[in-house]
T-cell receptor, first 113, second 112 residues
Framework: DARVTQTPRHKVTEMGQEVTMRCQPI?????VFWYRQTMMQGLELLAY????????DSGMPKDRFSAEMPDATLATLKIQPSEPRDSAVYFC???????????FGAGTRLSVL | GENVEQHPSTLSVQEGDSAVIKCTYS??????FPWYKQELGKGPQLIID?????GEKKDQRIAVTLNKTAKHFSLHITETQPEDSAVYFC???????????FGAGTRLFVKA
């Protein structure tokens, strides 16, 4: 049963701390997306990669957020330093080729106190 | 850039009735329109999609219609069941590109 795996599922941290969220895309998928979901803003696209290269990260606050794909099986989203307004559920999704279909992970619920 | 608006934000129906969710988009270059269902504590899951060369698509109790001239598309769920209760998102993207813009979501309640 192929699926996108995100870790951790929940993270509680204090303001100013570094947070790293990890995503394992479905094997063979060549596109990876990071989204943030809040009640106020809905689903916001933060960044996406194709063949491990960043294509668009315009939705991401550049001063504190960074996204990378060290290899084809791992994508990371890092926040440093974290702030209370970063509290949200962060989703990773992966896809293949030009089909545009995205498969979402279960998300990481982040709470910054 | 693309902007997707979705209505209503909340929809309550009786079991067995139909539910309709409507979306509009702004970018005429968009040509792929997926619909996702999100259950509590889970990520969105694709339930149906439509491409711009098709006006309607059905899959059992769900159907999607697309009007490219008016830039709107709709999700229709017939014979609703309690397990259809969830948040539904419409989205739009330009084929070949991968940037997908989501609507704000519709929370559907199906009352038994």
């Amino acid at each position: 049963d192929a699926r996108v795996t995100q870790t951790p599922r929940h993270k509680v941290t204090e303001m100013g701390q570094e947070v790293t969220m990890r995503c394992q895309p479905i094997l063979g998928h060549n596109t990876v997306f990071w989204y943030r979901q809040t009640m106020m803003q809905g689903l916001e696209l933060l960044a996406y990669f194709r063949n491990r290269a960043p294509l668009d990260d315009s939705g991401m606050p550049k001063d504190r957020f960074s996204a990378e794909m060290p290899d084809a099986t791992l994508a990371t989203l890092k926040i440093q330093p974290s702030e209370p307004r970063d509290s949200a559920v962060y989703f990773c999704a992966s896809g293949l080729g030009a089909k545009n279909i995205q498969y979402f992970g279960a998300g990481t619920r982040l709470s910054v106190l | 850039g693309e902007n997707v608006e979705q209505h209503p934000s909340t929809l309550s129906v009786q079991e067995g009735d139909s539910a309709v969710i409507k979306c509009t988009y702004s970018d005429s270059a968009s040509n792929y329109f997926p619909w996702y269902k999100q259950e509590l504590g889970k990520g969105p899951q694709l339930i149906i999609d439509i491409r711009s060369n098709v006006g309607e698509k059905k899959d059992q109790r769900i159907a999607v219609t697309l009007n490219k001239t008016a830039k709107h598309f709709s999700l229709h769920i017939t014979e609703t069941q309690p397990e259809d209760s969830a948040v539904y998102f419409c989205a739009a993207s330009e084929g070949g590109g991968f940037k997908t813009i989501f609507g704000a979501g519709t929370r559907l309640f199906v009352k038994a």
